[in-house]
């Protein structure tokens, strides 16, 4: 029997308010949405955003996932990044770059309090 082969990860990210996600996701994080879903036009949305090879989805559906997560997210980089968010002003977040043993991180908390470590490894 052949063992599974594991392609990608697409973390689901629980969001409650679709314009504060929009900004928080596309306009400041830099994401561009690749599609979106939605059962009927009441229905809540559920859609794929994608950003340099990372790619995450985001949902409105309370049985999707639990707000308060954490993605961890190997980046390179990062210092360019966290260069490319000071320019583009979040009067809710002011990201840092953190020294840590195992490399250089910046998080961020999006509106719904789930966490984005960002992380350039150096062990």
């Known amino acids: 029997m052949t063992p599974p082969t594991f392609t990608a990860t697409m973390p689901i990210l629980r969001i409650f308010d679709e314009a504060l996600a929009l900004g928080f996701y596309l306009d ?33 559906h309370y049985g999707d996932a639990t707000p308060g997560a954490t993605v961890f997210i190997p980046t390179l980089g990062i210092a360019a990044f966290h260069a490319e968010l000071c320019t583009r002003p979040n009067p809710n977040m002011r990201p840092s770059l953190e020294p840590l043993p195992w490399g250089t991180q910046m998080q961020v908390t999006d509106p719904f309090g789930n966490r984005l470590r960002f992380c350039e490894m150096t062990a």
């Open 28 to 60: 400041w994080l830099g994401f561009v949405a690749e599609w979106e879903h939605r059962f009927d036009a009441t229905a809540p949305l559920y859609m794929q955003i994608r950003r340099a090879g990372l790619v995450l989805h985001l949902s409105g």
